[in-house]
């Protein structure tokens, strides 16, 4: 290789056409294996761009860094970061998929058989077991490739010889990035309806020509801008989403997700999204379970988690035509499975007694160990109401003479239902909805870490056993809890039904599950509207001199049950409208939206105001006569309408018997709130 550094490389001449013909001169005399170390002390860097120079040339920039300059020559100072080294590696064409001179039918079916060998392993048979039962080592490669392949594909993987299929499997990398570029593709249709565009892909992962992806104009961002490891990130202005996949190493996952979270602050500008494979029945279906457990939170800080199968059917109902185009069928994820009841002990953070005067509701908060299980919006639990191994024996008593010391005081041996208020989760801060922002199409299919810490809002019942024993807990003792109970209202699918608005109705301590409902609407970027119907504004109001455990925003004097947690949330201000008996002044709160009267009454205005352009759906609880006017309102607006129900209960279970409620539709025109409901549709009930 001829190059005259002392003829060529001029200072006068342009920096970026010299260092072009230095690269083009390389590629011409060296193999595909080769690495270039290209190190560059510019004295000037800001009128020209090695990068380009760099992909002009077909290479790819395989990791960089900097180096000592001693500046021997005496030039004027140059910055230590501009004494970088990149090491460069040839953009090596795809691999034909298969030779040239093969039947073009079997090069369409070799991605099916490197995505399905790679998600379903296949299981080592000895020799004398495939003679016995007449069957191949392929056979399942060919029935799993067959549920990837359409119609017309999936019939020629049965004529296809074994010498083929290894053939196109034989490469266990190939087959892994085959089975990448296909979620690469997938979330390109996803993120598409939400005008995200692929920004960054890193080739040794994700694989060109394949499924009809090309990489010309996608590296707009520097590589080293992104951290080591991510394989593909998509933007939106300032937001930006990084792709990861759980095959690659723990450290290096761990890694980007706290460099993410260390460089966003909060945020949530950037967020991290692990697609996690969760297909295989025998082997891997409990991935993403396993994934999103407490105990492994510090594994993949403030990160996301997306399912394979998920992705692939949010693909198919976003955009038919372009999932149709990338000719393969992805898994139908599996229907969900009820969350199992479990029995553990909760320990308590605070509990803390809200009103200004005389209170006589509470807040509180506990925490789960890492066994912590998944409850969402509806869903409830039993909790025992006095702490474990507890005994309440009062002083010793004088009957005929004797001393007696025996339990008299009257305790609570049921459990009582409630609704969770708010929920916590590990690395995330507790207002963290209100800086995110996830698209609106991805955010129904994203998952995050269980949550492990939660609140309940209850009343302390004049000459009520069971409450009054819980407003007696202090931190740190230990309570036995029951859950989650109920049927699973699943907030994600709302969207797919059309619904384009949501509105929140409560009243009194009915509010508190409400709460847990709007947290989970907020996560799913829909747009919704609260209504809060209260006595008065007092009940609900403590100061911060009490301890807030940090719930709510410390700079202010006092707080608000409810306003403040829609405030934390994300809800804005214009979206909360509240109603009380007395005309109490919320300074948080436009005026327009603080009523004097009923909340019904301030609901069937804000509808008539409104008028009736949206398809909405509507969630209510609290009191029966309040729920039955709403029943006739929402009629009148044409407005689906949820209820939550609440009733006494014993067991939970559905044994007892003792919370039916009269329904159109249940056996006997009976249905029981704790497995039946607790969320039932309005028509449903009769009032």
């Keep these: 290789m001829r190059f005259d550094f002392e003829k060529e490389w001029q200072p006068r001449r342009a920096k970026a056409e010299l260092l072009k013909k230095l690269l083009l001169a390389v590629r011409e005399k060296t193999n595909y294996s080769c690495k270039v170390c290209l190190a560059l002390a510019p004295k000037d860097g800001s009128k020209w761009n090695e990068e380009n120079c760099i992909k002009e040339n077909k290479y790819y920039i395989e990791r960089k860094g900097f180096f000592n300059y001693d500046n021997s020559n005496k030039r004027a100072k140059v910055d230590d970061k501009s004494n970088r080294y990149s090491i460069l590696v040839k953009n090596v064409p795809s691999k034909p998929i298969i030779p040239e001179n093969e039947p073009n039918t079997t090069q369409q ?36 490739a067959a549920q990837f392949a359409p119609d017309n594909q999936s019939r020629s993987l049965k004529t296809i010889t074994d010498k083929d299929i290894k053939r196109a499997i034989s490469r266990k990398n190939f087959n892994k990035k085959t089975y990448h570029s296909l979620c690469y593709a997938l979330v390109s249709i996803v993120l598409a309806k939400d005008t995200y565009n692929a920004v960054y892909v890193d080739p040794t992962i994700i ?27 998509f933007q939106n202005d300032s937001r930006k989403l990084l792709f990861c996949f759980d095959d690659q190493k723990e450290k290096i996952l761990n890694y980007i997700a706290q460099e993410v979270s260390e460089i966003d602050k909060g945020k949530f500008r950037s967020i991290c999204v692990l697609i996690v494979r969760d297909v295989n029945p025998k082997s891997i279906a409990e991935l993403m379970k396993d994934r999103r457990r407490v105990s492994r939170a510090d594994e993949w800080q403030r990160g996301f988690f997306l399912s394979f199968p998920e992705l692939g059917e949010k693909a198919e109902e976003t955009n038919k035509d372009a999932y149709l185009k990338l000719g393969v069928c992805t898994p139908d994820p599996e229907k969900p499975k009820p969350a199992l009841v479990k029995t553990i002990a909760a320990e308590v953070i605070s509990n803390i007694p809200i009103g200004l005067e005389n209170p006589s509701h509470f807040k509180l908060r506990f925490v789960t160990d890492p066994r912590s299980f998944n409850i969402i919006p509806g869903q409830f639990i039993m909790m025992a109401t006095s702490p474990l ?39 995330f801060e507790e ?16 998952h995050t870490v269980y949550p492990n810490r939660f609140e309940i809002f209850y009343k ?32 994600r699918e709302l969207r797919g039904q059309g619904f384009e608005e949501v509105h929140v109705i409560g009243g009194g301590v009915g509010m508190a ?83 004097q009267g009923l909340v019904t009454d301030q609901y069937r205005t804000y509808l008539k105001e409104a008028g009736q352009q949206k398809k909405i759906i509507a969630f209510t609880c609290g009191p029966t006569g309040m729920m039955k006017t709403l029943d006739g309102i929402t009629n009148d607006y044409d407005i689906l309408l ?28 009976y249905s029981r709130v ?4 607790p969320i039932f549709d309005a028509s449903e009930i009769i009032w």
Aim: hydrophobic share 35%; proline share 5%; aromatic share 8%.
């Design 109 to 144: 079916l070799w991605p099916y058989l490197r995505i399905a060998d790679y998600l379903y392993p296949r299981e080592k048979k000895s020799k004398n077991e495939r003679i016995f039962r007449k069957t191949s080592v392929y056979d399942s490669t060919r029935k799993h």
């Design 207 to 233: 694989e060109e020509n394949v499924f009809g992806i090309d990489f010309h104009n996608v590296n707009c961002i520097r590589q080293q801008d992104v951290p080591e490891g991510v394989a593909f990130v």
């Design 389 to 427: 191994k507890h005994i309440r024996v009062k002083q010793p008593q004088i009957q005929n003479n004797q001393k007696i010391s025996i339990n008299i005081t009257p305790s609570a041996y049921l459990k009582r239902p409630f609704g969770i208020h708010r929920a916590f989760y590990p690395h």
């Design 431 to 446: 207002d963290y909805l209100k800086e995110l922002l996830l698209p609106s199409e991805l955010a129904t299919i994203l």
């Design 460 to 491: 302390r019942l004049e000459n009520g056993i069971g409450t009054s024993e819980l407003a007696e807990l202090k931190k740190g003792d230990k309570v036995e809890i029951i859950g989650p109970l109920g049927k699973r209202e699943r907030m």
């Design 513 to 595: 599950p409400l709460i847990f409902m709007v947290q989970a609407l907020k996560y799913y970027s829909h747009s919704v509207k609260v209504f809060i119907g209260t006595e008065n504004i007092g009940m609900l109001k403590y100061s911060h001199q009490d301890g807030l455990d940090g719930t709510f925003d410390v700079a202010s004097k006092d707080a608000t049950i409810y306003i403040n947690d829609l405030l934390e949330i994300g809800i804005e201000p214009k979206d909360i409208h509240v109603s009380t008996n007395t005309l109490d002044v919320i300074d948080v709160i436009p005026a327009t939206n603080q009523y």
């Design 642 to 669: 949820k209820v939550l129900m609440e009733k006494r209960m014993a067991c939970g279970i559905g044994v007892c018997l003792s919370c039916v409620c009269e329904t159109k539709t249940g056996e006997g025109h």
């Design 674 to 677: 704790c497995t039946d409901g």
